[in-house]
């Protein structure tokens, strides 16, 4: 691209950005020209206008007091927490030597076996709310609703979890606000991988910053369509020019393999209840199933509403428990929801 185009090309997204920022202050929603400049600018600046969006949150939303920091990751104390950032700052990923009790994982996949999804994928003739079957299912991915996750108690349990609001803290450096919450199963209905289905890389870019936690539900070898990252991608400039020079797109893996080596290519196998923490901003996918299913529960945590639509779960009151107490003492954590 000619070099004075591209100038332009960065003023009017900037204009659009710093527009776009100014509506959010006063509406808390951003406008669709305003999302898509964030995302333009993200692709021709490798990486950096994020980081200068989100080093601005942190100023202006610092961190939550934290009483403990204790849960599912077990009981945290500073040296792992420095470390867990450590290497997210330099992988992008952390698999966590804890998993989940499996009585829980059995409990999610009942939920995930008994509840209509929006199932999708070749087969379905549109989206359809379907109940999966797993000996015969008719659609390559069945993904639950965020108001059937959130009122589970097993959900709520892990959504008020300290150990992984704590991680997610740190990695943000800013006050975190949980924006996803989904559960999805992936089956090996196509002998295909599918675009919709998230089976080529991409990178993610709703918002200025986040980070992802994916709880695999069912053992996931290689067969079963497990969850695929490039090391190192989420890094500023982390991916190839050429690749962010197609834009918001899906990516073949001979085109991505060009650009980063064998080792680089980490492909998470394990058994259910495996707990593993990514920024999505690198190249990751879910690798095309087989043989037999996966589900995966995946919560996200960001610094910022602003960006792309955000789904909001809704949570009837009077809620009570740990997810009652983090409610009440953290409202930001929890801004995405709406309560009726």
């Not at 692709?43 to 980081?51: Q, V």
């Not at 959130?150 to 997610?168: E, F, P, Y």
């Not at 089956?187 to 919709?196: E, N």
């Not at 707990?275 to 996966?294: F, M, Y």
Request: proline letters at 6%.
């Amino acid at each position: 691209m000619n070099p004075l185009v591209e100038r332009l090309l960065d003023v009017r997204d900037a204009a659009y950005l710093l527009g776009g920022l100014a509506y959010y202050g006063v509406r808390r929603t951003t406008p669709e020209r305003s999302y898509r400049g964030m995302v333009r600018l993200f692709c021709r600046t490798g990486g950096r206008s994020n980081d200068l969006l989100s080093r601005g949150v942190s100023a202006l939303r610092p961190p939550e007091a934290l009483r403990a920091h204790d849960g599912v990751l077990g009981a945290l104390d500073d040296d792992q927490r420095r470390a867990i950032t450590t290497q997210l700052d330099r992988d992008g990923y952390y698999v966590f030597p804890q998993r989940l009790d499996g009585a829980l994982c059995d409990r999610l996949l009942a939920l995930a076996s008994h509840t209509p999804c929006l199932a999708q994928g070749a087969g379905v003739a549109g989206d359809a709310m379907l109940v999966i079957d797993r000996a015969a299912p008719c659609a390559v991915r069945y993904e639950l609703m965020p108001d059937d996750l959130v009122a589970d108690a097993d959900v709520r349990a892990l959504i008020a979890d300290l150990s992984l609001i704590t991680v997610a803290q740190d990695y943000l450096r800013a006050s975190p606000i949980l924006d996803i919450v989904t559960m999805w199963w992936h089956t090996a209905f196509r002998d295909q991988p599918d675009a919709r289905a998230a089976q080529f890389y991409h990178f993610d870019m709703d918002r200025p910053r986040w980070l992802k936690f994916f709880f695999y539900l069912t053992d996931v070898g290689p067969e079963n369509g497990p969850h695929c990252f490039i090391r190192g991608s989420h890094r500023t400039g982390g991916i190839a020019d050429e690749l962010l020079a197609r834009g918001y797109a899906r990516l073949d893996d001979k085109d991505v393999a060009k650009h980063f080596p064998p080792e680089d290519h980490i492909r998470f196998t394990g058994p259910k209840g495996t707990i593993i923490a990514e920024d999505t901003r690198g190249l990751h996918k879910g690798q095309h199933v087989t043989r037999d299913d996966r589900l995966v529960l995946q919560l996200e945590f960001t610094n910022t509403l602003f960006g792309g639509k955000v789904t909001r779960p809704r949570i009837k009151l009077p809620v009570d428990g740990a997810f009652g107490e983090r409610l009440r003492a953290f409202p930001r954590i929890y801004s995405a929801f709406e309560t009726c």
